[in-house]
């Protein structure tokens, strides 16, 4: 967004805080070159180190995560769920349960988050950029729609506990509550994704619209929501990408179950996340003097590193497509 | 265009939902072995919650218990046996499993639930503790170290601090216990574990063990863990250290053997179940069908193990609904009989409830009124 | 896309060109957009209200009850409320700072790497992995935390505690495992810092290209240059990225939960365990066990969490905003 003004002699507003260059500092002796030769180079290899040291732990995690989780990673793990998993027993299909109840509880309750909190979101936005301008109202929803970004995930949680023991009864756990909990740490990202979108379409595009005699509602949702739209559909599952993953909130809110539940609304539900820390919980199963072969002893922590992948697998396909989708239906800049 | 985006979303929905039908299956259900269900099996759905410490037994009866029981749903939260209670005494849940008895106020408060009559609790889980350490040369040769009650009691009050002290030396003089400094490893979570444990060190090493009971462990001694899966993993990842676990969790780690009387006791199910026959039942506690274990920790009887932790089932005498009494009293009736304690036993390595104190339990449960 | 359809309650109207009366529509959606704009003050005061609401026992309720629990909770260590959840906000804004601290100056170099250094086609893939770093979940971090770092990184706190255990900070010896302040705070850096360097990263990036060529003009080398034009530049945008992450780092709940041996001390010994707790990660903790007034504590400490984010991040935004002006 920054424009330099072609002749040079303006900056953007921004750039007032710019110092004055102070030109003694550019005296050319050759011990004082050198020097500064120097300095160049070691913060060079600074700035380059910094780099390799954030790489060493995401390659750790990953690598660590792929070979760990790729052992137990099979279709039979995908497709069953944790019901009649006895101990470090195999189970009648040759498995040691799965991950199916906690994909299915993952889905349902982010497409629940979803649901809230995109409308709400985009609407929040079409709210301070088409209609508040830059009243009083506007600074502070969009102030507050900042801070909020910064809720703990872990206080997000309790809110919806406490609001659904407040409103529909204690100890009320279900996969919809984790919907309200997740909710609340999305729509600030989707707020603040429309809002850039919006800011980009260029006011050209409104006013030709309206010109026409368009009514406003329909020059938003015609065509400035719609030029906005790849902007939006990225920016929510970014934010989608984002809420996916979280644990704690989920922990309070929905419960954990080890069959399926389809239901939204009723019962508690298992999501991977929640699955991965409770196998990590359990760290080790009984496998009895007169067991099986087949009987393993680690195989909770399999499971978790196991979980653990396809969580991230999903959370890095969900970033891919997010990107694409930003990339190749970006509204064309002229 | 924008019917046709209306339309492929709705398609998408159609897509999700189709899917989530089909996938109310992926129960681990064997195919060969279709159970039969008979004019006497319990249907229903049926929701329990509580004590963490169970879950895996829990999921094991869940897996026995609908071998006959194939149209009963049974669900067990294991959150926590605090949250398991006041869900139980919403009558929002069956059963709750709690690491501890009820306290006179809540007998009073499930009245409620109970149409006029009081909650009851049964033991029905038995886990013996082990005291886990980890010890190059010793605890990965497959032996076991020797101790007292007052030598544990100092090594988790942090008075003995170094595995090659006298106190241990004497008692183990057939290991070479090597200069390393101890690490004692506690849970760090409010757990029904530590307040059996120091239920132990309190009743045989009151000299050494100078704290009030608790559920969460009192000194500022070692390092905590969350979560008897944090202990065992931390100890797992150190040399030197020592800690406290249910027996399910330790597999082939070094464990402590507990002087009982004149001998040293290694940890196993039977011992601890020898412990619970030697213990009484406490009298003391109000209402009725009651079934709480005092549990003798100074026992003397050769071959037990007396640091054990008792797990209870509360539920209610009289059920509003006819179909929940039913499958309470069935299902009560399977886990404290032979096929759900050797059920779970299998599964997490826990103790069979004694017969001397699985008649009074047997009794409790038949009180449980049926139409 | 479900708002693109939600407003067309008129279903006559399907194309731009078809003359329709859209008043009343139009009076309804600017009342939709209004009512989502004010849900937003409204869920903020309900967060702060239903908090409220469950953690009132402690005000308004027994306080003997509150004691007692408390004590429960501690072993004994605390008996009221502010007496438990002081330690507690301690260690969560020390384990937070020194996040922030490790996290800095790594996430300056990678942004300055990305947007002054790497060739222009790498940057794009840079700027991935660093997202990509933000995009694992807390719970991974945690469980490999756990599993993987705590183990491998004992020698080397060994090693510091043994040259630098001078320095009240490192005094040793050091915990084994290490489960410690120090090995926390290094994972939550790791957490932290994409969110720093995608922020510093765009600032760095609008630069305006004239100060920066003007610099070069004069002279300077690339890291003058930088020095001069670019860090100046980003000042109040690092300030703000900083703060955000320093609003993430006290609210991250799993990683904390299952690496760190917790405790309740006024304590600066980073490599020694059982010395400090987070809010976040002691209510995920007690959580399960607790009941009733138990509830209410930990919602309490949740309370107290939640303005301390909240005023960090209107910290940090008003810092933005002002250096905006």
Same mark, same amino acid.
Request: proline share 5%; with cysteine.
């Given at each position: 967004?920054?424009?330099?003004?072609?002749?040079?002699?303006?900056?953007?507003?921004?750039?007032?805080?710019?110092?004055?260059?102070?030109?003694?500092?550019?005296?050319?002796?050759?011990?004082?070159?050198?020097?500064?030769?120097?300095?160049?180079?070691?913060?060079? =290899?600074?700035?380059?180190?910094?780099?390799?040291?954030?790489?060493?732990?995401?390659?750790?995690?990953?690598?660590?995560?792929?070979?760990?989780?790729?052992?137990?990673?099979?279709?039979?793990?995908?497709?069953?769920?944790?019901?009649?998993?006895?101990?470090?027993?195999?189970?009648?299909?040759?498995?040691?349960?799965?991950?199916?109840?906690?994909?299915?509880?993952?889905?349902?309750?982010?497409?629940?988050?979803?649901?809230?909190?995109?409308?709400?979101?985009?609407?929040?936005?079409?709210?301070?950029?088409?209609?508040?301008?830059?009243?009083?109202?506007?600074?502070?929803?969009?102030?507050?729609?900042?801070?909020?970004?910064?809720?703990?995930?872990?206080?997000?949680?309790?809110?919806?506990?406490?609001?659904?023991?407040?409103?529909?009864?204690?100890?009320?756990?279900?996969?919809?509550?984790?919907?309200?909990?997740?909710?609340?740490?999305?729509?600030?990202?989707?707020?603040?994704?429309?809002?850039?979108?919006?800011?980009?379409?260029?006011?050209?595009?409104?006013?030709?619209?309206? =010109?026409?005699?368009?009514?406003?509602?329909?020059?938003?949702?015609?065509?400035?929501?719609?030029?906005?739209?790849?902007?939006?559909?990225?920016?929510?599952?970014?934010?989608?990408?984002?809420?996916?993953?979280?644990? =704690?909130?989920?922990?309070?809110?929905?419960?954990?179950?080890?069959?399926?539940?389809?239901?939204?609304?009723?019962?508690?539900?298992?999501?991977?996340?929640?699955?991965?820390?409770?196998?990590?919980?359990?760290?080790?199963?009984? &496998?009895? =003097?007169?067991?099986?072969?087949? &009987?393993?002893?680690?195989?909770?922590?399999?499971?978790?590193?196991?979980?653990?992948?396809?969580?991230?697998?999903?959370?890095?396909?969900?970033?891919?497509?997010?990107?694409?989708?930003?990339?190749?239906?970006?509204?064309?800049?002229? | 265009?924008?019917?046709? /985006?209306?339309?492929?979303?709705?398609?998408? $929905?159609?897509?999700?939902?189709?899917?989530?039908?089909?996938?109310?299956?992926?129960?681990?259900?064997?195919?060969?072995?279709?159970?039969?269900?008979?004019?006497?099996?319990?249907?229903?759905?049926?929701?329990?919650?509580?004590? %963490?410490?169970?879950?895996?037994?829990?999921?094991?009866?869940?897996?026995?218990?609908?071998?006959?029981?194939?149209?009963?749903?049974?669900?067990?939260?294991?959150?926590?046996?605090?949250?398991?209670?006041?869900?139980? $005494?919403?009558?929002?849940?069956?059963? #709750?499993?709690?690491?501890?008895?009820?306290?006179?106020?809540?007998?009073?408060?499930?009245?409620?639930?109970?149409?006029?009559?009081?909650?009851?609790?049964?033991?029905?889980?038995?886990?013996?503790?082990?005291?886990?350490?980890? /010890?190059?040369?010793? %605890?990965?040769?497959?032996?076991?170290?020797?101790?007292?009650?007052?030598?544990?009691?100092?090594?988790?009050?942090?008075?003995?601090?170094?595995?090659?002290?006298?106190?241990?030396?004497?008692?183990?003089?057939?290991?070479?216990?090597?200069?390393?400094?101890?690490?004692?490893?506690?849970?760090?979570?409010?757990?029904?574990?530590?307040?059996? /444990?120091?239920?132990?060190?309190?009743?045989?090493?009151?000299?050494?063990?100078?704290?009030?009971?608790?559920?969460?462990?009192?000194?500022?001694?070692?390092?905590?863990?969350?979560?008897?899966?944090?202990?065992?993993?931390?100890?797992?990842?150190?040399?030197?250290?020592?800690?406290?676990?249910? /027996?399910?969790?330790?597999?082939?780690?070094?464990?402590?053997?507990?002087?009982?009387?004149?001998?040293?006791?290694?940890?196993?199910?039977?011992?601890?179940?020898?412990?619970?026959?030697?213990?009484?039942?406490? *009298?003391?506690?109000?209402?009725?069908?009651?079934?709480? $274990?005092?549990?003798?920790?100074?026992?003397? *009887?050769?071959?037990?193990?007396?640091?054990?932790?008792?797990?209870?089932?509360?539920?209610?005498?009289?059920?509003?609904?006819?179909?929940?009494?039913?499958?309470?009293?069935?299902?009560?009736?399977?886990?404290?009989?032979?096929?759900?304690?050797?059920?779970?036993?299998?599964?997490?390595?826990? #103790?069979?409830?004694? *017969?001397?104190?699985?008649?009074?339990?047997?009794?409790?449960?038949?009180?449980?009124?049926?139409? | 896309?479900?708002?693109?359809? +939600?407003?067309?309650?008129?279903?006559?109207?399907?194309?731009?060109?078809?003359?329709?009366?859209?008043?009343?529509?139009?009076?309804?959606?600017?009342?939709?957009?209004?009512?989502?704009?004010?849900?937003?003050?409204?869920?903020?005061?309900?967060?702060?209200?239903?908090?409220?609401?469950?953690?009132?026992?402690?005000?308004?309720?027994?306080?003997?009850?509150?004691?007692?629990?408390?004590?429960?909770?501690?072993?004994?260590?605390?008996?009221?409320?502010?007496?438990?959840?002081?330690?507690?906000?301690?260690?969560?804004?020390?384990?937070?700072?020194?996040?922030?601290?490790?996290?800095?100056?790594?996430?300056?170099?990678?942004?300055?790497?990305?947007?002054?250094?790497?060739?222009?086609?790498?940057?794009?893939?840079?700027?991935?992995?660093?997202?990509?770093?933000?995009?694992?979940?807390?719970?991974?971090?945690?469980?490999?935390?756990? !599993?993987?770092?705590?183990?491998?990184?004992?020698?080397?706190?060994?090693?510091?505690?043994?040259?630098?255990?001078?320095?009240?900070?490192?005094?040793?010896?050091?915990?084994?495992?290490?489960?410690?302040?120090?090995?926390?705070?290094?994972?939550?850096?790791?957490?932290?810092?994409?969110?720093?360097?995608?922020?510093?990263?765009?600032?760095?990036?609008?630069?305006?290209?004239?100060?920066?060529?003007?610099?070069?003009? !004069?002279?300077?080398?690339?890291?003058?240059?930088?020095?001069?034009?670019?860090?100046?530049?980003?000042?109040?945008?690092?300030?703000?990225?900083?703060?955000?992450?320093?609003?993430?780092?006290?609210?991250?709940?799993?990683?904390?939960?299952?690496? !760190?041996?917790?405790? !309740? +001390?006024?304590?600066?010994?980073?490599?020694?365990?059982?010395?400090?707790?987070?809010?976040?990660?002691?209510?995920?903790?007690?959580?399960?066990?607790?009941?009733?007034?138990?509830?209410?504590?930990?919602?309490?400490?949740?309370?107290?969490?939640?303005?301390?984010?909240?005023?960090?991040?209107?910290?940090?935004?008003?810092?933005?905003? +002002?250096?905006?002006?």
């Amino acid at each position: 967004m920054t424009q330099t003004n072609p002749t040079g002699t303006a900056h953007t507003p921004t750039a007032d805080a710019a110092p004055v260059i102070d030109f003694d500092k550019f005296k050319p002796t050759r011990s004082y070159t050198a020097a500064r030769k120097r300095k160049d180079i070691a913060m060079r =290899a600074l700035i380059i180190l910094a780099f390799i040291v954030a790489l060493i732990p995401l390659i750790s995690v990953l690598w660590t995560t792929l070979v760990r989780g790729f052992r137990r990673l099979n279709w039979d793990f995908l497709g069953h769920n944790m019901t009649n998993v006895i101990g470090g027993n195999p189970t009648p299909s040759g498995g040691y349960g799965g991950i199916l109840h906690a994909i299915i509880g993952t889905l349902e309750i982010t497409l629940g988050a979803m649901l809230i909190s995109i409308p709400i979101g985009v609407m929040c936005a079409v709210y301070l950029i088409e209609y508040a301008g830059g009243s009083k109202l506007a600074r502070t929803i969009h102030l507050l729609v900042d801070v909020m970004s910064g809720i703990p995930s872990i206080v997000a949680g309790l809110f919806a506990y406490s609001m659904f023991a407040i409103l529909v009864g204690p100890g009320t756990l279900n996969g919809f509550e984790g919907s309200v909990a997740l909710s609340l740490l999305m729509i600030p990202t989707v707020v603040k994704t429309t809002e850039e979108m919006l800011k980009i379409v260029p006011n050209d595009l409104r006013e030709a619209s309206l =010109a026409l005699g368009v009514t406003k509602q329909r020059t938003i949702t015609k065509v400035v929501l719609r030029t906005a739209l790849s902007g939006i559909v990225s920016g929510s599952i970014l934010a989608i990408a984002r809420v996916i993953g979280e644990t =704690a909130p989920l922990l309070i809110t929905a419960g954990y179950i080890v069959s399926t539940n389809a239901n939204l609304f009723g019962g508690e539900m298992t999501t991977l996340p929640v699955y991965v820390y409770q196998e990590y919980s359990k760290y080790r199963a009984n &496998c009895p =003097a007169d067991a099986a072969s087949g &009987c393993v002893t680690t195989i909770p922590m399999e499971r978790a590193w196991s979980a653990a992948l396809v969580l991230i697998v999903i959370v890095l396909v969900l970033n891919l497509i997010g990107r694409i989708v930003a990339k190749v239906f970006a509204p064309k800049k002229k | 265009m924008h019917t046709n /985006l209306a339309r492929r979303a709705f398609a998408a $929905l159609c897509g999700v939902a189709l899917a989530v039908a089909a996938a109310a299956c992926g129960d681990n259900t064997d195919p060969s072995d279709r159970p039969v269900s008979n004019a006497s099996s319990i249907s229903g759905s049926f929701a329990g919650a509580g004590a %963490s410490s169970q879950q895996t037994a829990v999921e094991a009866w869940i897996a026995g218990y609908q071998k006959t029981n194939p149209d009963a749903k049974i669900s067990y939260n294991p959150s926590g046996s605090g949250a398991g209670v006041v869900t139980f $005494l919403t009558g929002a849940t069956v059963w #709750a499993g709690s690491d501890k008895p009820l306290d006179s106020a809540q007998v009073e408060e499930s009245k409620q639930v109970c149409s006029g009559s009081t909650a009851f609790d049964v033991p029905v889980y038995i886990s013996p503790i082990a005291i886990v350490f980890n /010890l190059r040369g010793v %605890s990965d040769a497959g032996k076991h170290i020797n101790m007292d009650a007052a030598t544990i009691a100092k090594v988790f009050n942090g008075k003995i601090t170094r595995w090659n002290d006298p106190t241990l030396a004497k008692q183990n003089p057939d290991l070479d216990l090597p200069d390393l400094p101890i690490t004692v490893v506690h849970r760090s979570d409010k757990s029904g574990t530590t307040l059996n /444990l120091l239920e132990y060190l309190k009743a045989t090493a009151g000299k050494d063990w100078p704290y009030q009971l608790s559920e969460n462990w009192p000194n500022d001694v070692g390092q905590g863990a969350k979560g008897t899966s944090g202990v065992i993993s931390t100890i797992d990842q150190a040399n030197g250290t020592i800690g406290y676990a249910d /027996l399910s969790q330790v597999g082939d780690m070094g464990t402590v053997a507990v002087k009982v009387g004149d001998e040293y006791t290694e940890i196993s199910a039977d011992a601890a179940s020898k412990a619970v026959a030697d213990s009484k039942l406490d *009298e003391s506690v109000p209402g009725a069908n009651r079934v709480v $274990l005092d549990i003798n920790h100074a026992t003397t *009887e050769p071959g037990a193990y007396p640091i054990v932790l008792v797990s209870y089932d509360i539920a209610c005498p009289i059920y509003r609904d006819e179909n929940t009494a039913r499958f309470a009293k069935s299902w009560l009736g399977y886990i404290t009989g032979k096929a759900g304690q050797d059920q779970a036993k299998n599964a997490t390595g826990s #103790a069979p409830l004694p *017969e001397n104190i699985a008649q009074y339990v047997r009794a409790s449960i038949d009180a449980i009124e049926v139409k | 896309m479900s708002t693109a359809s +939600k407003p067309s309650a008129s279903p006559a109207a399907s194309s731009l060109t078809q003359p329709v009366n859209g008043q009343k529509a139009d009076r309804v959606f600017r009342g939709v957009a209004y009512a989502c704009g004010i849900l937003i003050l409204v869920t903020l005061a309900a967060v702060a209200l239903f908090l409220l609401f469950r953690a009132w026992p402690l005000i308004g309720g027994d306080q003997q009850a509150n004691s007692a629990v408390i004590e429960n909770f501690t072993g004994g260590k605390a008996k009221s409320f502010w007496g438990y959840v002081g330690p507690l906000l301690f260690g969560t804004v020390l384990v937070a700072a020194l996040a922030l601290v490790l996290a800095f100056f790594v996430s300056i170099g990678i942004a300055l790497f990305i947007s002054h250094y790497a060739p222009k086609r790498l940057a794009a893939v840079l700027s991935y992995i660093v997202d990509i770093l933000a995009a694992i979940p807390s719970v991974i971090y945690g469980l490999w935390g756990g !599993l993987v770092l705590v183990p491998a990184i004992y020698p080397f706190w060994n090693w510091i505690a043994e040259y630098l255990g001078w320095i009240p900070l490192f005094a040793g010896p050091a915990a084994n495992p290490p489960r410690t302040v120090a090995t926390v705070a290094l994972v939550l850096a790791i957490m932290i810092l994409p969110i720093i360097t995608s922020i510093a990263r765009d600032i760095f990036l609008q630069t305006p290209k004239l100060l920066e060529e003007a610099a070069l003009g !004069l002279g300077a080398t690339k890291w003058e240059m930088i020095k001069l034009s670019v860090l100046p530049f980003g000042k109040s945008g690092v300030i703000s990225a900083s703060m955000l992450g320093l609003g993430r780092a006290l609210g991250e709940t799993m990683a904390v939960l299952m690496i !760190l041996s917790p405790g !309740l +001390k006024y304590s600066f010994k980073l490599l020694q365990a059982s010395q400090n707790q987070t809010i976040a990660a002691n209510i995920a903790a007690q959580y399960p066990e607790a009941d009733g007034i138990g509830v209410s504590v930990l919602i309490g400490t949740g309370l107290v969490l939640f303005v301390i984010t909240f005023l960090v991040n209107l910290l940090a935004r008003r810092i933005t905003e +002002k250096a905006g002006k």
